[in-house]
């Protein structure tokens, strides 16, 4: 039920009310969290780095309360807990944020493009410093791009970032190429998919969009 009432709201309201109760639910999350910290230290068995916070345990995702949006069976044999319950993190950003850590003092020199920016790492990244220009071709970001044909020039960014972003485009070859010809000699290509070994081809019909959705909770 909550779920239903989160999601009426979230269409009912203007998208600046939605992004402020989104921020005003993240710093209640993090102020209680960080209460328990305190509080029972012993208790803190987990720690995300994305937002500097142990918890108790990692929670469950709501993949499997929308149907519609994602496909149950997809999950049914998939360890669920693997959010953190203060940024909503996932495993792969908890990563990257202890491999971005080691590297502080050079990304805040650098040129970082965020492709499908997730929130749990843009936040890190505001916290220690580092600026990056976001892309996406149908979410808000700094810029309105197609991976696959960027247009920006040769050797611009040092950094590209580009999680979970391959499984929904036409040709992953011409994005791979892209991507080598914007990014600086030495520069880093950070990049995640999902993967179903039992599957050896997947070939989706263009004419149904599959629009990727965010969470603004």
Known sequence: MFSSIKKSITKACPKSVVKAAAGAVYQYRAVRYQSDMVLHPKQMKYFCPCCGTKVRSFVPGTYMEYPKRF??????????????PVCRSLPRHRILALWCEGLKDRLK????LYFAPERSMTRW???????????????????KLDIQATGLP???????????????????RAVMKEMYRV???????ICSFPMAPEVGLLDEDPAVPKPRTRCPW
């Open 109 to 112: 020199s650098s040129a970082i």
């Open 183 to 189: 990014l600086r000699p030495d520069g880093f290509f």
């Open 154 to 172: 040769d050797e611009s960014y040092d950094m590209i970032i580009c999680n979970h972003v391959l499984e929904h485009v036409d040709d992953f």
């Open 71 to 84: 496909n149950p069976t997809r999950y049914e044999h998939t360890r669920q807990d693997v959010h953190c």
């Open 125 to 143: 990244m505001k916290k220690n410093g580092i600026v990056c220009a976001t892309a996406d071709l149908y979410q808000e970001a700094d810029l």
